[in-house]
């Protein structure tokens, strides 16, 4: 087989493991199906460049790759797919504080919103798969600790949680959005002034 051939084996190799997986393909699993002489980086790289500007693009989320339907259309393509049922803003909520956090207990999510936190809105988290009981804190009562799954860096596009989005910049957003300006910079004086 020449060398195009091969490329071209590997190409539709990758092309059709990820279309078929259900969840992001890891470039380690990719590795394990692609010939061994196969570069894993360049076969990713060739397969992105062979869909970029296409309907369906190939993305990085939740440390694997994944085809997604390319940004730019996903608006109209809402018109005609049924969305999936929306979380409840508690829930939300509840789901920020576990990203950011994590791992974190009931408890503690229960001081961040101030109020106490319904078994209803837990359950709604694990039967989306976005959080996952990850141990139990050493203290008294065991309290269980929750952490996000992959499943919910798939369901927000983050390659991992090294891209939410930082503190100051929701604050900053949230400023815009309520109308008022962000919070300006802290003023800073000359070196004989301060």
Excluded: H
Aim: glycine share 6%; aromatic share 4%; proline share 9%.
């Amino acid at each position: 087989m020449s060398d195009d051939a091969a490329t071209e084996d590997a190409l539709r190799l990758a092309e059709a493991l990820v279309f078929a997986s259900a969840t992001p393909v890891t470039p380690r699993a990719l590795a394990q199906l692609l010939p061994e002489e196969a570069d894993v980086t360049a076969v990713i790289a060739a397969l992105r460049a062979r869909f970029s500007g296409r309907g369906v693009e190939l993305a990085e989320v939740a440390g694997g790759l994944q085809f997604r339907t390319a940004a730019d259309l996903a608006p109209r393509l809402r018109k005609v797919i049924e969305q999936p049922r929306r979380l409840p803003r508690v829930a939300m909520e509840t789901l920020a504080i576990i990203a950011y956090r994590q791992p974190v207990t009931r408890g503690e999510i229960e001081e961040v919103r101030g109020t106490a936190l319904s078994q209803n809105t837990i359950d709604a988290l694990l039967e989306a798969e976005l959080i996952a009981p990850c141990g139990r804190r050493e203290s008294p009562g065991r309290p269980t600790l929750w952490a996000t799954t992959p499943a919910f860096l798939a369901k927000f596009g983050l390659k991992s949680l090294g891209d939410l989005p930082r503190r100051d910049d929701l604050m900053n957003d949230a400023a815009l959005f309520a109308g008022a300006s962000p919070a300006p910079a802290a003023p800073t004086l000359p070196p004989d002034e301060a």
